[in-house]
């Protein structure tokens, strides 16, 4: 029976996947995948053991799904940071077992009184995870209302790494970003050959899409990751000042873990007609 309901951290209901591929669990609260075990290899997935594990916070680390913003709310600063998406329970609303082994589990989330004093539009929300030799993890946002709206997303991946300091991210070269690192928001073109981590890293790469490898020097451990309806690439490493004002991530978690998000935001937001969808999915594979 490869695909379990089970009862989580804090006990909230997730699925458990496993097939010939590896695992994966996935929580309804948030649709937030926080493990991915690839056969032959280990956690792929970095999860701070500070995490809040309860409704109405999000999970600090695996894949956290935001929208329908980006960072801040674009003009209510009350409101969480990015997006309501993972603060709520969503729906499993397909879970199937394919011909080739692999595995694949639908979750869906819809405007409800809440989500529009917020945000008001309606809107469907369809997250798929797919195990099978690699883990894709695919968000469809399907415009349910009569007028069309903006919005963000990202698939906020935290990946373990042995240590950030000998990790590398590539697939960036060349590409303009802004580096929101230090408090401030400067434009920059990204000129080194790979990404490198010696301080806190906080960029926003839009039109960029990837593939990215991240190259883990202190295991030998490298993972591709590629997407699909992504304009956007967020790089993220919060350092040790960062981590310490976080209260669910600890205070020496820093080097064990590197973002590299697959998103649609700012300049790449997305414009929805009435009635229209797009995916934006991301692919992880470990390269061994
Ligand atoms: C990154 C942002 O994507 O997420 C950072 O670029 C942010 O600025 C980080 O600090 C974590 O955000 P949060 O809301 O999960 O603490």
Redesign the pocket.
Known sequence: MPIIDAIGQGGLPCLDLTNRFGSARIYLHGAHVTNWTPTGGSEMLWLSARSFFAAGK?I?GGI?V?FPW??GHPSDPNQ???GFA?LRSWTVSARSDLADGSTKVTLTLVEDATSRTAWPHAFRAELTLTLAQTLTVALTVTNTDAAAFSCEE?L?TYFAVGDIEGTTVDGCQGRAYVD??GGGAVERRDEAEVIRFTAET???YPATPGPHLITDAATGRRIRVAKHGAQST???N?WIA?AAK?P??GDHEWPGMV?V?A?NAGSDRLHLAPGASATCATTLEWVH
């Open positions: 999000p600090r956290p935001c980006f960072g969480p940071a990015h993972r990202a906020h929101k690192a906080d960029r926003f967020v790089v993220w919060p960062k976080m669910d991530y973002c998000e998103a």
